[in-house]
């Protein structure tokens, strides 16, 4: 896991998903996600950005930017309502 923050001033955390056996508590996500992703999260949205790039977890704050970039939005980016009060 991972914290950076990107040049917006946004604190991002990210981490890696692995499948492996449980397989079909994500069967409805899209077949390019069957080996895993790398997943964004802020308190204002979620991204998930498939085929874990190898030495994500030593690349600079401006390269997990540049990968945060290339990941697909999850829902709708919004602040959640317990984070809208800090």
């Given at each position: 896991m991972?914290?950076?923050?990107?040049?917006?001033?946004v604190?991002?955390?990210?981490?890696?998903?692995?499948?492996?056996?449980?397989q079909?508590?994500?069967?409805?996500?899209?077949?390019?996600?069957?080996?895993?992703?790398?997943?964004?999260?802020?308190?204002?949205?979620?991204?998930?950005?498939?085929?874990?790039?190898?030495?994500w977890?030593?690349?600079?704050?401006?390269?997990?930017?540049?990968?945060?970039?290339?990941?697909?939005k999850?829902?709708?980016?919004?602040?959640?309502?317990?984070?809208?009060?800090?």
């Amino acid at each position: 896991m991972r914290h950076f923050t990107d040049s917006t001033g946004v604190r991002w955390t990210v981490f890696e998903v692995k499948r492996g056996e449980t397989q079909a508590r994500w069967s409805y996500l899209p077949a390019e996600f069957g080996e895993g992703w790398l997943c964004f999260e802020s308190k204002f949205g979620k991204r998930r950005l498939t085929r874990v790039p190898k030495g994500w977890k030593e690349a600079a704050d401006d390269e997990l930017e540049s990968l945060l970039r290339q990941a697909m939005k999850v829902g709708a980016d919004r602040p959640r309502e317990n984070e809208m009060r800090e």
